[in-house]
């Protein structure tokens, strides 16, 4: 076992509170699969309200990726919840334990040597500011996709502004619940004046630029 292996074994250490619980070793190093990836890891975490255009703008960009040869997976928050989350509800406190576990396995497949494209409103800083500290250096990319919340009321593309605004939904985040946009995001993607393809092709060039 040569020391590239030990050092991601004993990365993995400290993650567990139980000292009865230890980290494996492992026989092929992030670096590996990276190299047969061809590419490095980023994770592109688009945050934004509700109906901002995260999903649709995040599936352009899987798109021209694949196109690229880049190696994807997107975890989008409606899909997650159907699955990983679906115990979780939309308290405060819930929404932090998504984000962490979403954060957890975007971690693992950057580990992978993928391109992990996270599409979640991700309402708090300090949940973001979470997920970019587990990544490595240079490897979170944040993309708020900025649409005013008057625009996202009038799209309203699944009708939960109006359940909101009604009472029917509670913690429905931008009327009953809090969201705090990012101040310095690696990425402003502002949707009055541009297209989706236009604003994926942004996030594209970062990992396969035009020639």
Known sequence: MDRETLKEGQDQSFAHPDSNVIAQPLLVSREARIRLKGHDPKVLWFTGLSGAGKSTIANAVETSLNDCGVHTYM??????????NKDLGFSDADRVENIRRVAEVAKLMADAGLVVIVSFISPFKADRDLARSMMREGEFVEVFIDTPLKECIR??????????ISGEIKHFTGISSTYEAPENPELRLV????SPRELARKVVDLICPQN
């Open 75 to 84: 975890l989008d928050g409606d899909n997650v919840r159907h699955g990983l």
């Open 155 to 164: 799209r309203d593309p699944k009708g939960l502004y109006r359940k909101a």
């Open 191 to 194: 949707t009055a004046n541009a």
